[in-house]
């Protein structure tokens, strides 16, 4: 008996120890040792900027509106959808929109929809951006398995390093500036500056001469998973941004205010506001009994998903008042796979998701020839 005791007390002895040295290792790790790459170049070092952005539409009397919310890898979803689109109208995303806004993952997708490549003068059509997700996913999300051990996944540290992204923004977008988008376009983030929301504007002299590597690289920050960034240049503040997360996932509606605001002769708007949602809630036991671990999880799906809803449901509010505007929005929502992470870049993964996308697209076929309709339907 006395002999358990003390191999129960050497045991007890040794997980202590365990833990101990994983705390001091952890504290060092993401105190000291681990580097992040938080600086990057916004702007050209010529102050010689280019024209911004104009605000102009195909129809002078009618503007459409694409909003893009964030979800990571789950932007495949959404990919899917707009491939559809492409695919059933013949033609492409940027023909289509006058207007693009994109929160985090959405910002992406914007920037390949509708920025033209150099060499070819056209953007990525929907299909080649789902394959340059799939092929860039890897090198985006790659973690050391001692990086995640060590910041708690995402617990103590940032639970990815920025290296993967900043060298794929880089390899994809080249020296391209933000006014070089096809489009009006515009980018929510949060930013310490104003401890809140701040938008970044294409059409605005400063902000259009942006970086396009560097700005998706900020605006997709997300908290807990990436490090914020900094912008260096002759415009920059020394302030970090992020991810909009909780102020903004949703820009639907402000994308709108926007299009109203610059575009005062339309009298109608067509809003596609497109996005996936998780169809569960915290449970009534984590409600009730739940402590910071049972909690830890829904915490981070909600800074992560942030507001995903509101914003856009209030384009559906305001479609119902009486108004000499015509409004017609649509609020696109393929379903999050249960159990399916938005950072897991492995083909099975990827494959879940997009099959979550084509199945949004078989089971909604009679709004989606709608929205095409009224997208490509010639206005007098």
Request: glycine share 8%; proline share 6%; aromatic share 10%.
């Amino acid at each position: 008996m006395r002999r358990l005791i003390q191999i129960s007390g050497i045991a007890t002895l040794c997980l202590f120890a365990v833990i101990a040295l994983y705390g001091l290792s952890a504290f060092l790790y993401n105190r000291h040792l681990v580097e992040y790459e938080i600086e990057v170049a916004g702007w050209p070092e010529t102050e010689a900027f280019s024209e911004p952005t104009v605000w102009q539409t195909d129809h002078p009397k009618r503007a459409r509106i694409l909003a893009l919310e964030g979800g990571a890898l789950f932007g495949l979803a959404e990919l899917e959808v707009l491939k559809a689109l492409e695919e059933r109208s013949g033609k492409r995303i940027y023909e289509m929109f006058d207007f693009v806004a994109g929160a985090s993952t959405g910002a992406v997708i914007s920037t390949l929809l509708f920025y033209p490549d150099p060499k070819t003068g056209e953007p990525m059509t929907a299909a080649e951006a789902i394959d340059a997700y799939s092929r860039f996913g890897a090198d985006v999300l790659e973690t050391p398995l001692y990086h995640k051990i060590l910041t708690g996944s995402g617990l103590f540290g940032p639970l990815i390093r920025n290296k993967g992204r900043i060298e794929v923004a880089n390899e994809l977008l080249g020296d391209g500036q933000f006014n070089d988008l096809l489009r009006p376009a515009m980018f929510p983030a949060f930013s310490q500056q104003s401890n809140g929301l701040t938008v970044f504007r294409n059409w605005d002299e400063v902000e259009g001469n942006m970086y396009l590597r560097a700005l998706v690289t900020g605006v997709t920050s997300a908290p807990i998973y990436f490090p914020a960034i900094v912008f260096s240049g002759a415009h920059a503040d020394g302030h970090f941004i992020s991810d909009p997360a909780m102020i903004l996932n949703a820009p639907g509606e402000v994308a709108y205010l926007h299009a109203r605001t610059h575009l005062p002769e339309a009298e109608e708007f067509v809003v596609v506001s497109l996005g996936t949602v998780r169809n569960d809630s915290i449970s009534g036991e984590i409600a009730e009994q739940g402590g910071l671990i049972q909690w830890f999880k829904p915490m981070l799906r909600m800074v992560f998903r942030g507001e995903a809803s509101v914003s856009a449901h209030a384009l559906e509010r305001h479609s119902g008042f009486e108004s000499t505007i015509d409004l017609q929005a649509f609020l696109l929502k393929p379903e999050e796979p249960a159990d399916v992470n938005e950072f897991d870049p492995s083909p099975a993964n990827i494959a879940i998701i997009r099959k979550t996308g084509q199945q949004f697209v078989a089971d909604n076929q009679a709004v989606l020839n709608k929205i095409i309709g009224l997208l490509t339907a010639p206005t007098g």
